[in-house]
Structures are given as structure tokens and as C-alpha cells.
């Protein structure tokens, strides 16, 4: 079955520590995504990517970084520079090419810092 | 700059009744308009999309959506909820430009009593 895995599905970390989510997809879509979500604020751009070795930065990069090393995979990193890292993140991915490209999502991670 | 608006961030309705969820957007370029739910503590799913193909779209679940070009709006509706209906629901936009990458709205919360 395609489709995109996130892993794992709830983290703890303390504060201060960097932790990176992982996101992969067999969908052999071009554009990957990171979302953040907050209860009543819908979903937030962290960063994208449409091309291996290239990604942009999205609303809310600050305190974040990515890598796309590989075109299934675009893990997301949680730096100790990010202010308010709980939160519920979202991965995705689209095609880039056709006249509608919508998103496909994997089931997110929780991250919890104390 | 594109944006999308949902109004109201929670509706409830009884089992029975119809929905209807209220996207309005807002673009100088015609949008593609996407509907995605969310089921508690998971990603998101599509439920329909616009495509500029029709302006009645019918998507998964009985769920249905109509592209109002002179009202900028693609409400989401369906005659009759089910318990299983109850979720958060979430309209997007994207362009031929973007290659993916959507504007999302902040989500409205269905609650469906018995």
C-alpha cells in the first residue's frame, strides 16, 4: 500500500534537546511538507520541499530545520532555538506536476518537551 | 495574497440533520479548493476537491460541495449527519502556480448529538 509513515507516533523530549521527527513516503510524490498544528490555529507551514536537495521555508521555520537527501524522505528537526515545541506535526506530500495537486498526509506525531 | 476563511471554528447538529460547513476564499487567480477531515489524533484526509471541471463536487462520506465564483465561497455540505460524521473539517486553496503547496484554513470542529 502507498502511502506516507510518520515515526513515532508520540515523543518526549526534555527542553533543551534537539529531536528530529521522521517522515517517509512510497508515493513517489516530488513535494514533501511539514505542518504544525495547535488547537483553534488549523495547520501551520513549517518548511516544503519540490526537489531533492532543495527546500524553502515555510510561516513558522524559526526553531526548525529539514534535510531531503532522498526523494521519500524529509525528516524535520526540532531545535532547542524552537520557543513552544509541543504541538501535533504533519507531514504531507503532493505531486507537483499535474492541474491539481492535492496533499496526502501520514498519521502525525505528538511532541511533548517539559 | 490568497487565504481562505471558515466560518465558525465549532458547529453541532443532530444526528439527522444537515451540515453545512461555510469556506469562503479569497484569490485574484482561479483556486483549486480542497475539503480534508480530520479524525482525532490523526492526519488529514481528502474529501472532495474543485477543479474547475464542475461546480457541484461530490466527495467521499455523502459529503458534497458547491464553487460559488460570485460569492468567493465552496461550502461543504451533507442532507444528513451520522455520529461517525464528527471530526474537524478543513477547506484549503491552491493555485496552478503553487505545485502543491495549499493554503489552509483554522479548521471547524463538527459535533453531531445524538
Known amino acids: 500500500d502507498g502511502g506516507i509513515t510518520q515515526s513515532p507516533k508520540y515523543l518526549f523530549r526534555k527542553e533543551g534537546q534537539n529531536v528530529t521527527l521522521s517522515c517517509e513516503q512510497n508515493?513517489?510524490?516530488?513535494?514533501m511538507y511539514w505542518y504544525r498544528q495547535d488547537p483553534g490555529q488549523g495547520l501551520r507551514l513549517i518548511y516544503y520541499?519540490?526537489?531533492?536537495?532543495?527546500?524553502q521555508k515555510g510561516d513558522i521555520a524559526e526553531g526548525y530545520s529539514v534535510s531531503r537527501e532522498k526523494k521519500e524522505s524529509f525528516p524535520l528537526t526540532v531545535t532547542s532555538a524552537q520557543k513552544n515545541p509541543t504541538a501535533f506535526y504533519l507531514c504531507?506530500?503532493?505531486?507537483?506536476?499535474?492541474?491539481?495537486?492535492?496533499?496526502?498526509f501520514g498519521p502525525g506525531t505528538r511532541l511533548t518537551v517539559t | 495574497a490568497q487565504s481562505v476563511t471558515q466560518l465558525g471554528s465549532h458547529v453541532s447538529v443532530s444526528e439527522g440533520a444537515l451540515v453545512l460547513l461555510r469556506c469562503n476564499y479569497s484569490?485574484?487567480?482561479?483556486?483549486?479548493l480542497f475539503w480534508y477531515v480530520q479524525y482525532p489524533n490523526q492526519g488529514l484526509q481528502l474529501l472532495l476537491k474543485?477543479?474547475?471541471?464542475?461546480?457541484l463536487v461530490k466527495g467521499i462520506n455523502g459529503f458534497e460541495a458547491e464553487f460559488k465564483k460570485s460569492e468567493t465561497s465552496f461550502h461543504l455540505t451533507k442532507p444528513s449527519a451520522h455520529m461517525s460524521d464528527a471530526a474537524e473539517y478543513f477547506c484549503?486553496?491552491?493555485?496552478?502556480?503553487?505545485?502543491?503547496?495549499?493554503?489552509f484554513g483554522d479548521g471547524t470542529t463538527l459535533t453531531v448529538k445524538p
Open positions: 504531507a506530500s503532493s505531486t507537483i506536476d499535474r492541474v491539481v495537486n492535492e496533499q496526502y
Open positions: 508515493l513517489n510524490h516530488d513535494a
Open positions: 520541499s519540490q526537489i531533492v536537495n532543495d527546500f
Open positions: 484569490s485574484s487567480v482561479p483556486p483549486y
Open positions: 474543485y477543479t474547475s471541471a464542475a461546480t
Open positions: 484549503a486553496v491552491s493555485f496552478n502556480t503553487n505545485a502543491g503547496k495549499s493554503t
